[in-house]
């Protein structure tokens, strides 16, 4: 395998490279900190919406993480104002590919010079492009269909240039507004980016998952083939399917959108409650719809474990909103990993709690457009923010960060799907039974079942 130096000159000039980059991510990143800078301390009266989409064109072209980044802030209510939020929920990670030579050299670097050979067909056009990497379809020599990820070089400086610009809007946003302690989710954001540079890591949450979804038939999780793997290359076997938005387009009829619902809420939600492991990134480029409806759930870099009783609070607060219990509710919040919270920040997160979980709180067949509509959430997301600048602002705990983005995500796969669900009986079918003891227990059979490292699981 080649050096961190040898995969920087992938670039042509490594250190130039890397210094442009830090030059274009702090241009873009560092135009937004002064204009939300320029707005509060000098009065300014800037044009958010042309400013926002100036933004979302701008991180658009660098690949890398701070696209991931954009997109993953999009989702978390309150970290940036709305005007901004909106403009990067747009993001997609689809960028242009890499081309043919810069493809040969980084297989080389990761499979030796005679990496072709180790294959009986590889195409050269990469199918799709994403913040850290792109993927390739390949066939093995014993005819096996693969898909091949393979990394983009020197993501590593990339992280480290985009996260020190992170850091410098948080810091300058707060400033400008108090509503959020944005610390725990930069720090969050961070070690999860860190987490998905290492592609043997990701084979090891494949691993997990196809442990954990064993018994759900409503999904295919890919095989690693280790042979053909490092660090920094991932492949596995190849899944035939369609994404999201063109099966939609065949218009297919209402059963069979509630069908593909309800499998992609167990293949979510049964490895959190069952195990305590979320899939943090319900992107429609991570999953795809096989012909026989089954989901194939794909890229596992961004994968949270939780402590049990993390998982027992999210059940304890759906509880206190059903029986209008605030002492539940508090409860429920330090389990996350709030403190400090008085009357006044409850009622408030109550209020945003209540509309992620109000698909849930009724027992009849819903359709969640009527409680997920984008403005009654931009509304209440409005009006948390106001209550929380009122009461002094709060901290969001690091687990509910990724915990949050998934919730929202699957929200809006559900919306486009138009799905029409007892979502109050898919969710007690995964938590009548539960209990911190038996999760725990799960938790450590699959940890020795697998033998993942002890740096790779909280287990």
Known sequence: MASEQDNGRMDGRPFGGRLRRYARVTTTMGGLAARVAGERYLGWDIDRAKHAADLRQALGGLKGPIMKVAQILSTIPDALPAEYAD??????????????????????????????????????????AASLGQVHQAVGQDGEKLAVKLQYPDMQSAIEADLRQLKLLFQLYERYDSAISTSDIYDELSERLYEELDYRREAQNMQLYRYMLADESCVVVPEHRPELSSERLLTMNWLDGTRLMPFLDTNPDQDIRNKIARHMFRVWYVPFYYYGVIHGDPHLGNYSIA?????????????????????????????????????????????????GLDNEAIDVLNMWAGFIYAPLLEDRVRPIQQMRNGKAGRDLA??????????????????????????????????????????????????????????????????ETIGLPAKLTAF
């Open 87 to 128: 403009e990067l929920a747009g993001l997609q990670a689809d960028a242009p590919a890499m081309g043919w030579l810069f493809t040969k050299r980084r297989m080389a670097s990761e499979l030796g010079a005679d990496w072709q050979q180790k294959f009986s067909q590889f195409d050269r056009d990469a199918i799709s």
């Open 382 to 447: 409005g009006k948390v923010h106001q209550e929380l600048k009122r009461i002094g602002g709060i901290r969001p705990p690091r687990e509910f960060v990724l915990m949050d983005r998934a919730a929202v995500g699957l929200g809006s796969v559900f919306m486009h799907l138009g799905a029409e669900v007892n979502w109050h009986e898919l969710f007690h079918d995964l938590i009548d039974d539960f209990s911190i003891d038996g999760l725990a227990a799960r938790q450590r059979k699959a940890a």
């Open 291 to 339: 012909s026989d409806h089954r989901i194939n759930l794909m890229d596992f870099g961004s994968i949270r474990l939780f402590r049990p009783e993390f998982v027992a609070g999210v059940i304890e607060l759906y509880k206190a909103l059903r029986d209008d219990d605030k002492a539940q509710a508090v409860d429920a919040y330090e389990r996350w990993g709030f403190v």
